[in-house]
């Protein structure tokens, strides 16, 4: 499990425009970088990311397009918390 908290975008501002993202494990304390095909690979692998504020935390999923992309998913709906995170 890991939380994503920091977004690198290319080329626009949309969900399709995540190049990378910053991520830590609460668990072990690891942290890293990662391209967005890393991040639909392991997801799509059965790895949990999430994004959270503190008080709410929201799952990351895989949006199948092409390229496949991450976006956030609460209530059986996509939503926008990754647009929210600080770039870097």
């Known amino acids: 499990m890991i939380y994503i908290y920091e977004v690198h975008m290319s ?5 399709e425009h995540i190049e990378s993202v910053r991520w830590r494990n609460p668990n072990t304390g690891d942290s890293g970088d990662s391209l967005r095909s890393q991040m639909v690979r392991w997801i799509n692998e059965g790895g949990k990311a999430y994004v959270t ?3 709410n935390t929201v799952r990351v999923g895989v ?8 976006r956030t998913y ?3 709906v996509w ?6 995170l600080p770039r870097y």
């Open 53 to 55: 504020d503190g008080t």
């Open 63 to 70: 949006v199948d397009a092409d390229p496949p992309y991450i």
């Open 74 to 76: 609460a209530d059986d």
């Open 79 to 84: 939503t926008d918390n990754l647009l929210s």
């Open 11 to 15: 080329g626009g501002e949309g969900h």
